[in-house]
T-cell receptor, first 115, second 114 residues
Framework: GNSVTQMEGPVTLSEEAFLTINCTYT??????LFWYVQYPGEGLQLLLK?????DKGSNKGFEATYRKETTSFHLEKGSVQVSDSAVYFC??????????????FGTGTRLQVTL | KAGVTQTPRYLIKTRGQQVTLSCSPI?????VSWYQQTPGQGLQFLFE???????NKGNFPGRFSGRQFSNSRSEMNVSTLELGDSALYLC?????????????FGNGTRLTVT
């Protein structure tokens, strides 16, 4: 079956530091890949997505490239801010059963950014 | 545009009882999915409804059920509650459940079973 593996957190960085959160996946076929972010007390928000190999998703300074050869989708940001403190989830969807709404999520990585 | 609305935000129930959670999707969205989030198991897919029909389901026991109404609003029911059902239940909506339609999540209903 499908699975997503994320690096363990928490990740603690100083403001303006470079961020990388690793994500690898196992799936049959050609899944779409996503990063979601969850702020305290809230639901998940879609941060970025990529639907095919070598696609780069980007949003709010965050980037991730769909690497089929290494089955990875690592999240990066060049300069983090305190407001980026949240839990980040890597996820995949392979459009089984006639829907892309069945996402497989990683365990989440908590990011804490300090001044 | 209003987001996905889940009610109630918090619920406390006793083991053996049943509970109903409600989700109002974004206007125009026809697909509604439900997820369970726990510290131990993370985010797990429960089921998805589209045009009042369950289109896909995850690996949960039959105590977990749902339905969707003609206005796309959805309810989720859990019968004979167990302590392990304590979780944050998230609803997500999308236009049609296709890859081109991202999921929009609500803020969830936190269920505590005592």
């Amino acid at each position: 079956g499908n699975s997503v593996t994320q690096m363990e957190g928490p990740v603690t960085l100083s403001e303006e530091a470079f961020l990388t959160i690793n994500c690898t996946y196992t799936a049959t076929g050609y899944p779409s890949l996503f990063w979601y972010v969850q702020y305290p007390g809230e639901g998940l928000q879609l941060l970025l997505k990529a639907t095919k190999a070598d696609d780069k998703g980007s949003n709010k300074g965050f980037e991730a490239t769909y690497r089929k050869e290494t089955t990875s989708f690592h999240l990066e940001k060049g300069s983090v801010q305190v407001s980026d403190s949240a839990v980040y989830f890597c996820a995949l969807s392979d459009f089984t059963g006639g829907t892309a709404s069945k996402l497989t999520f990683g365990t989440g990585t908590r990011l804490q950014v300090t001044l | 545009k209003a987001g996905v609305t889940q009610t109630p935000r918090y619920l406390i129930k006793t083991r053996g009882q049943q509970v109903t959670l409600s989700c109002s999707p974004i206007s125009g969205h026809r697909s509604v999915s439900w997820y369970q989030q726990t510290p131990g198991q993370g985010l797990q897919f429960l089921f998805e409804y589209f045009s009042e029909t369950q289109r896909n389901k995850g690996n949960f026991p039959g105590r977990f059920s749902g339905r969707q109404f003609s206005n796309s609003r959805s309810e989720m029911n859990v019968s004979t509650l167990e302590l392990g059902d304590s979780a944050l239940y998230l609803c997500a909506s999308s236009l049609d459940g296709l890859l081109s339609s991202p999921l929009h999540f609500g803020n969830g209903t936190r269920l505590t079973v005592t």
